[in-house]
């Protein structure tokens, strides 16, 4: 049985006593398979990946303030809106309770029609009243 000889993985560099395989192709850097390669990563690598997550939470610090505020501006926009309409529906309740409690008044010293008219005054007192109790509840959840 013949043996082969044993490998030797840097004795071609020294059969080359002048470098010449070093001006051919330039200095090489070592490669890294991943296996010699450091647990942690090299301190520019570091500095560089701590600059990146950095940068990214102050995007999403600005982001998540963008957002607050226009959470906040949506709010003060619907209370705006929803107080405006109350007014006006309490102001249209309150002119059709007028009318109909001066129709039925009417029609009840004339003997004339007026249950339409006591239908349509107790509606416009319940939706009155209903429009001050949701009113009262929203003073006291503040």
Known sequence: MTHSPPYDAGAGDFD??????????GPQ?????????PDRPLPDEADEEADDARSRAAELAELRRYEAEREDKRRRRDSASRKAVAWIVAVALAFLLY????????????????TAHAVLAG????GLLGLLVAGIR?????
């Open 99 to 114: 009318d109909s409690g001066g129709a039925l008044a009417r029609g009840t010293s004339e003997d004339g029609p007026w």
């Open 123 to 126: 509606l416009a007192a319940l």
């Open 138 to 142: 929203a003073l006291r959840r503040r």
């Open 16 to 25: 080359d006593p002048n470098g010449d395989h070093l001006r051919e192709t």
């Open 29 to 37: 850097e070592p490669r890294h398979d991943g296996r010699d390669a």
